[in-house]
């Protein structure tokens, strides 16, 4: 499904944030991605869709290599990933539902969306997510007054309205208290598993990473230091 090779960045600043990442994730396969602060998590989830533009090496995502595409072609590939911020980067005036449909076109694309009506089929579909999340009651509220735990509901639902192949979710809990940090966490794998999406978590909560997923990938200084089931985990990592 995704396949990293010898995926690598250097910033302008000389920080060698990826040092030739190789990685492969299986369909349907959820993996958690952990590892200290700056060892280079972000970094690898924003090559992987290339809001950071990698230094060296191949992104494949079934079968496309990602590094090379046009701006064009990127959109189209983009699709097929969804993403899920730790800020939920919803847009806060607009409706629950709004927010969710808002996702049809993707991340990058989505202020076009305000511009355009949506076919009864989207409508159908975003209510059969925010009902799957638990927020079908909360579809004409305003993103701004929502809580955390709600948001992040709200972003996933975003999310998966693409229908995408991959989700990338970079620290989805880090704003949200212990409790509502598992039920996300909960709700992300077992969409994951009930719709055969691979997945890739940044989560620096090994504790939670451990909990829920079966495939640990630890980074540290920019390259992999551990990758296997969260049971072999040291405790130091
Ligand atoms: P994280 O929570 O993923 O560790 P940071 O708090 O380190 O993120 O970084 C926040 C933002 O600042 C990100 O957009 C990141 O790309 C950027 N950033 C991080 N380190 C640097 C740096 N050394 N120089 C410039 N920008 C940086
Ligand atoms: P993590 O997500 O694991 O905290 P990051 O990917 O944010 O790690 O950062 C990895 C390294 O790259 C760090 O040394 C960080 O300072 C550096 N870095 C991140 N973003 C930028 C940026 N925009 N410009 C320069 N350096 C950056």
């Given at each position: 499904?995704?396949?990293?090779?010898?995926?690598?960045?250097?910033?302008?600043?000389?920080?060698?944030?990826l040092k030739a990442i190789d990685l492969?994730?299986?369909?349907?396969?959820?993996?958690?991605?952990?590892?200290?602060?700056?060892?280079?998590?972000?970094?690898?989830?924003?090559?992987?869709?290339?809001?950071?533009?990698?230094?060296?090496?191949?992104?494949?995502?079934?079968?496309?290599?990602?590094?090379?595409?046009?701006?064009?072609?990127?959109?189209?590939?983009?699709?097929?990933?969804?993403?899920?911020?730790?800020?939920?980067?919803?847009?806060?005036?607009?409706?629950?539902?709004?927010?969710?449909?808002?996702?049809?076109?993707?991340?990058?694309?989505?202020?076009?969306?305000?511009?355009?009506?949506?076919?009864?089929?989207?409508?159908?579909?975003?209510?059969?997510?925010?009902?799957?999340?638990?927020?079908?009651?909360?579809?004409?509220?305003?993103?701004?007054?929502?809580?955390?735990?709600?948001?992040?509901?709200?972003?996933?639902?975003?999310?998966?309205?693409?229908?995408?192949?991959?989700?990338?979710?970079?620290?989805?809990?880090?704003?949200?208290?212990?409790?509502?940090?598992?039920?996300?966490?909960?709700?992300?794998?077992?969409?994951?598993?009930?719709?055969?999406?691979?997945?890739?978590?940044?989560?620096?909560?090994?504790?939670?990473?451990?909990?829920?997923?079966?495939?640990?990938?630890?980074?540290?200084?920019?390259?992999?230091?551990?990758?296997?089931?969260?049971?072999?985990?040291?405790?130091?990592?």
């Amino acid at each position: 499904m995704l396949r990293l090779n010898k995926l690598t960045k250097t910033y302008k600043t000389g920080d060698q944030a990826l040092k030739a990442i190789d990685l492969e994730i299986p369909e349907g396969q959820v993996m958690a991605l952990i590892g200290p602060s700056g060892a280079g998590k972000s970094t690898m989830i924003r090559c992987i869709n290339r809001l950071v533009e990698p230094t060296e090496g191949e992104v494949w995502l079934a079968g496309t290599e990602l590094t090379h595409l046009g701006a064009s072609a990127l959109r189209q590939a983009r699709r097929e990933m969804g993403m899920i911020f730790q800020e939920y980067a919803l847009v806060e005036r607009l409706t629950v539902m709004e927010n969710v449909l808002s996702g049809r076109l993707g991340y990058v694309g989505f202020w076009r969306s305000f511009l355009r009506r949506y076919p009864q089929s989207d409508v159908d579909e975003a209510f059969r997510l925010l009902d799957r999340v638990g927020l079908l009651h909360m579809a004409d509220k305003r993103a701004d007054e929502l809580s955390g735990g709600q948001r992040q509901r709200v972003g996933i639902a975003r999310a998966l309205i693409q229908n995408p192949k991959l989700l990338l979710v970079d620290e989805p809990t880090a704003s949200l208290d212990p409790k509502t940090s598992r039920q996300i966490m909960r709700l992300i794998c077992e969409l994951c598993r009930e719709r055969g999406l691979a997945a890739i978590i940044n989560i620096h909560d090994v504790a939670l990473a451990q909990m829920f997923v079966q495939r640990v990938v630890g980074l540290r200084f920019g390259a992999i230091e551990f990758d296997g089931a969260p049971d072999n985990l040291t405790p130091d990592v």
